[in-house]
């Protein structure tokens, strides 16, 4: 199995909602990463996890909360979004160690109300 | 032709030419490259990737070619197919960092006319 899934593919939520992204892997890699995407605009990284850790944090805004329960699985809290989080959000991973992001799952595209 | 402006450069080609997309890094500490593809509605794809310790690399259709004097990168991609229109996407990596943080370059849109 040589993929990233992601849940779900879309989501539609209002400033006061709290949802979930899921994303998940069972490629044995010990890397995993939250992107954000927006429209015309190349993938910026939000969260790097390394073993299950939370190792990178690009200075992103608190009304997102990652969570790593695994090895296998990576989750994205949502909370009091404003609508300019509106975005594809991607997940990643790849083996620690080396360098680059192989795999990317197809993202879950969030519109902000 | 290419375009570039306010928005993502452009290049279009017809079913079978061969594809040539430029890309201009910032980081002279970078040490690996890679190149993906992005099609509508999906996360990008990796395509090839090359090493600062080398000037050229072939894939299947693919060839990037890295030149370190001027930061530059291109990816070239023979008889290009219908299948082949997408956002590409150059990325950069200082692999002193280990969680591989990429910087991405801006993208071009290819569009192939059957």
């Known amino acids: 199995d040589t993929e990233v899934t992601q849940t779900p593919k879309h989501l539609v939520m209002g400033m006061t909602n709290k949802k979930s992204l899921k994303c998940e892997q069972h490629m044995g890699h010990r890397a995993m990463y939250w992107y954000k995407q927006k429209a015309k605009k190349p993938p910026e990284l939000m969260f790097v996890?390394?073993?299950?850790?939370?190792?990178i944090n690009e200075s992103v805004p608190s009304r997102f909360s990652p969570e790593c329960p695994n090895s296998s699985l990576l989750n994205l809290h949502l909370h009091a979004l404003q609508p300019e989080d509106s975005a594809l959000y991607l997940c990643?991973?790849?083996?620690?160690?080396?360098?680059?992001?192989?795999?990317f799952g197809p993202g879950t595209r969030l519109t902000v109300l | 032709g290419e375009s570039v402006g306010l928005h993502l450069p452009t290049l279009s080609v017809q079913e079978g030419d061969n594809s040539i997309i430029n890309c201009a890094y910032s980081?002279?500490?970078?040490?690996?490259f890679i190149w993906y593809k992005q099609e509508s509605g999906k996360g990008p794809q990796f395509i090839i990737d090359?090493?600062?310790?080398?000037d050229k690399r072939q894939g299947q259709r693919v060839t990037v070619l890295l030149n370190k004097t001027v930061k530059h990168l291109s990816l070239q991609i023979a008889a290009t197919q219908p299948g082949d229109s997408a956002v590409y996407f150059c990325a950069e990596i200082f692999s002193g960092t280990s969680y591989g943080k990429l910087t991405f370059g801006q993208g071009t849109i290819l569009t192939v006319h059957p």
């Open positions: 996890y390394s073993y299950e850790k939370l190792s």
């Open positions: 990643a991973s790849s083996q620690w160690g080396l360098a680059g992001v192989r795999f």
């Open positions: 980081n002279s500490a970078s040490d690996y």
């Open positions: 090359i090493r600062s310790n080398m």
